[in-house]
T-cell receptor
């Protein structure tokens, strides 16, 4: 079993729909990151969470430390949101990130 | 924040040759990370590079195949040696910056080995 599991692996939705991507992890963590990777390969850091909830524009990220679970939500989705979304965690006392397999999101106009 | 640039952005190389990838950061950082992303896969850490010391390699990666230089706090290079088609991947440089451990990634170098 991977330390970081994401679901779904692939998600296709219509423009305007509310999107939820889930991330579960099995170890105690000091931080959880949500990353966005566009087809060209470059990665953008969306959020770093250690507790609670963060919001940036149409993106919302939540984390439940007790349940070892995080969600990334996109409101009013748009075709430009189409990308791979990656969850990554840093274990307590660790230097490196452990990555989920990613969720490929496609928003159709 | 940290802005990272990588060179080259992409390359096509012949089997048996080597490719050196450069990573430049616009601020001084202690730790730089090199990742590989094979087609359809997530990121795998190759090594951690600290300025002034030898890079620390992850299991499955060795210095002879992936030599790393870290001459100062803003620059690093990763060389992928003796290329084979299995080395075809995206290679990404990453740093941590800021007191809240925000992770920044370079735009990646897309390598195709023929």
């Amino acid at each position: 079993k991977n330390e970081v599991e994401q679901s779904p692996q692939n998600l296709t939705a219509q423009e305007g729909e509310f999107i939820t991507i889930n991330c579960s992890y099995s170890v105690g963590i000091s931080a959880l990151h949500w990353l966005q990777q566009h087809p060209g390969g470059g990665i953008v850091s969306l959020f770093m969470l250690s507790s609670g909830k963060k919001k940036h524009g149409r993106l919302i990220a939540t984390i439940n430390i007790q349940e070892k679970h995080s969600s990334l939500h996109i409101t009013a989705s748009h075709p430009r949101d189409s990308a791979v979304y990656i969850c990554a965690v840093k274990g307590q006392g660790a230097q490196k990130l452990v990555f989920g397999q990613g969720t490929r999101l496609t928003i159709n106009p | 924040s940290a802005v990272i640039s990588q060179k080259p952005s992409r390359d096509i190389c012949q089997r048996g040759t080597s490719l050196t990838i450069q990573c430049q950061v616009d601020s001084q950082v202690t730790m730089m990370f090199w990742y590989r992303q094979q087609p359809g896969q997530s990121l795998t850490l190759i090594a951690t590079a600290n300025q002034g010391s030898e890079a620390t390699y992850e299991s499955g990666f060795v210095i002879d195949k992936f030599p790393i230089s870290r001459p100062n706090l803003t620059f690093s290079t990763l060389t992928v040696s003796n290329l084979s088609p299995e080395d075809s991947s995206i290679y990404l440089c990453s740093v941590e910056s800021g007191g809240v451990e925000t992770q920044y990634f370079g735009p990646g170098t897309r390598l195709l080995v023929l």
